[in-house]
């Protein structure tokens, strides 16, 4: 596993949902299938989805917002219904891996980070990228600090 220190800006337009975090296993994928059916209702976009997570502030948060959507290659002013134009920028430490192992890529992250003496930010979201490869997906995770 691989890690880095970095600063982006992400340019997308999603579509706003709420949940347990529990739940999220399931939920988002399938919120992300429901937006990518209306995709091409967006003029244009990179091909890469993209979700941007809420960070769970502590044992008693058991619901979290989070957004499904695409990266777009610049600002837009109008949106297809129920969808949103988000740009975040910040700085995040990243790595990327198998969907599969994605719990362990958070939790790998995490402790990099602070042994790089890190800390999470709580009021930005935390972002993940889909990326199809070969022999299923990879999810890039950046994990926003300060």
């Not at 880095?4 to 337009?13: A, D, H």
């Not at 059916?37 to 091909?47: F, Q, Y």
């Not at 198998?98 to 999470?120: R, T």
């Not at 997906?137 to 926003?144: F, G, M, N």
Request: no cysteine; glycine share 8%.
């Amino acid at each position: 596993m691989k890690f880095k220190k970095l600063e982006r800006t992400f340019k997308l337009v999603g579509m706003k949902h709420k949940g347990e975090f529990k739940n999220y296993g399931n939920e988002v994928p399938m919120n992300a299938q429901k937006f990518m059916s209306r995709v091409d209702e967006i003029s244009t976009h990179t091909g890469t989805e993209i979700a941007l997570f809420e960070p769970k502030k502590g044992d008693a948060h058991l619901e979290g917002e989070y957004y499904v959507g695409i990266i777009v290659p610049d600002s837009i002013t109008e949106t297809p219904s129920e969808m949103e134009y988000i740009e975040v920028k910040d700085e995040f430490v990243v790595t990327r891996g198998s969907i599969m192992e994605v719990g362990k890529l958070h939790s790998k992250l995490g402790e990099w980070a602070k042994e790089q003496g890190y800390h999470n930010k709580q009021d930005s979201y935390i972002i993940e990228t889909y990326h199809p490869v070969e022999n299923g997906e990879e999810v890039e995770i950046y994990l926003p600090i300060r």
